[in-house]
């Protein structure tokens, strides 16, 4: 065979090949509508907003919860920092939230108002109707789901569970190459950041497998360390350059929001870049992260909550297609009491599913 034709046909197969990686990689999206959902800023609870451009949102029924949290957050009654993606298959919806409630400290006998003690994960098959599993970290090792052996136990990041007191703001991506012990490939990646006083000194990014009928999780494995509190972390996989990119805030130092690149889901993960960030609030606290992009478009937009200012701002900003070069941050349109929360694709017919289960009402 003609050597000049095989080396084309070989360099065609692996462009394709990395083609059909990045399209892969991570939460399938669909549809050109978008929905908003996020923790209410008026309090405890999840909500919906709905847009048919992704610039222009509407509440649904006003921004009220479209769950009961105290139902399914069964440890504090409150889900925040919502987090909501599609399965890998495109079967059904995945949600993560922080199971707190902070206006409630007195009535739940926590020392700490910021205090809390586990996550939620949530499966749905129409985004109206959620079933939730808590896992509540005081427990320890008898949550997870890989602590049969005596070698599973020595693996555990802490001596004592019984003085976590933070588990916030988990989040979801699908890790196609993860490989479970019996063989199984494939399982979502849950990133979170922890705290346990009685053993380290601040935040720090940890992450678990959850399996497929995401009622379970791997003990928590540390992400990384640099050294200072980390929290809100936000993962996207980016085709324009083939590596993982994490949005975080640096609890501490310089305000903003900060980028890390690293080749690995798992790391090892690089301190952020302190050149090219999000800095337009200067001196003011920002945080709740989320990256998303437009339907055909391989820019970005990068949503966060900046909560120094009264009332608080929750705007959106630009990136170029390799969530850099950071540009023009405005407020979100139409949503009365946004806060942390996330941005997912949907079809019409999910967002005509949606307003009518939901009807668009404003407060």
């Known amino acids: 065979m003609n050597i000049t034709r095989i080396i084309p046909l070989i360099a065609?197969?692996?462009?394709n090949n990395l083609s059909i990686f990045a399209q892969s990689v991570g939460n399938p999206q669909k549809g050109g509508?978008?929905?908003?959902?996020?923790?209410?800023?008026?309090?405890?609870?999840?909500a919906y907003a709905v847009s048919r451009d992704g610039v222009v949102f509407h509440d649904l029924i006003g921004g009220d919860s479209i769950f009961s949290s105290?139902?399914?957050?069964?440890?504090?009654?409150?889900?925040?920092?919502?987090?909501?993606?599609?399965?890998?298959?495109?079967?059904?919806?995945?949600?993560?939230?922080?199971?707190?409630?902070?206006a409630a400290t007195k009535r739940l006998g926590k020392k700490e108002a910021?205090?809390?003690?586990?996550?939620?994960?949530?499966?749905?098959?129409?985004?109206?109707?959620?079933?939730?599993?808590?896992f509540d970290f005081r427990k320890g090792l008898e949550i997870f789901s890989d602590t049969k052996t005596k070698e599973d136990r020595e693996?555990?990041?802490?001596?004592?569970?019984?003085?976590?007191?933070?588990?916030?703001?988990p989040q979801i991506f699908w890790d196609s190459e993860y490989k479970w012990p019996d063989g199984r490939k494939g399982g979502y990646f849950i990133y979170y950041s922890l705290w346990n006083r009685g053993e380290e000194a601040y935040d720090r990014m940890y992450y678990s497998y959850a399996d497929e009928s995401f009622t379970t999780l791997t003990q928590p494995q540390l992400l990384f360390d640099w050294g200072y509190a980390t929290i809100d972390a936000d993962i996207n996989y980016l085709p324009a350059d083939?590596?993982?990119?994490?949005?975080?805030?640096?609890?501490?130092?310089?305000?903003?929001?900060?980028?890390?690149?690293?080749?690995?889901?798992?790391?090892?993960?690089?301190?952020?870049?302190?050149?090219?960030?999000?800095?337009?609030?200067?001196?003011?606290k920002c945080e709740g992260v989320s990256a998303f992009q437009l339907e055909g478009d391989s820019t970005w937009h990068i949503a966060y909550i900046e909560y120094s200012s009264r009332p608080r701002n929750y705007r959106i900003c630009k990136a170029?297609?390799?969530?850099?070069?950071f540009s023009e941050p405005n407020n979100i349109i139409g949503v009365a009491s946004p806060q942390h929360g996330s941005f997912m694709r949907i079809t019409d017919e999910e967002y005509e599913r949606l307003v009518k289960a939901f009807p668009i009402t404003s407060k």
């Open 12 to 15: 065609l197969m692996c462009v």
């Open 33 to 46: 509508n978008y929905l908003y959902c996020h923790m209410s800023g008026r309090g405890q609870w999840t």
């Open 70 to 102: 105290k139902a399914l957050a069964k440890i504090e009654g409150g889900t925040r920092d919502a987090y909501i993606c599609r399965k890998h298959d495109m079967s059904g919806y995945l949600m993560v939230t922080t199971d707190m409630n902070n």
């Open 114 to 134: 910021w205090d809390n003690y586990g996550i939620d994960l949530l499966t749905s098959d129409d985004l109206i109707h959620w079933k939730s599993t808590t």
């Open 155 to 169: 693996r555990s990041v802490y001596k004592d569970w019984t003085t976590i007191n933070r588990v916030w703001a």
């Open 242 to 284: 083939r590596q993982y990119h994490m949005m975080i805030k640096k609890e501490g130092g310089k305000p903003g929001l900060f980028t890390s690149t690293c080749s690995s889901l798992t790391g090892k993960w690089p301190e952020p870049d302190s050149t090219d960030y999000v800095n337009f609030e200067g001196k003011k």
């Open 320 to 325: 170029d297609k390799f969530m850099r070069n």
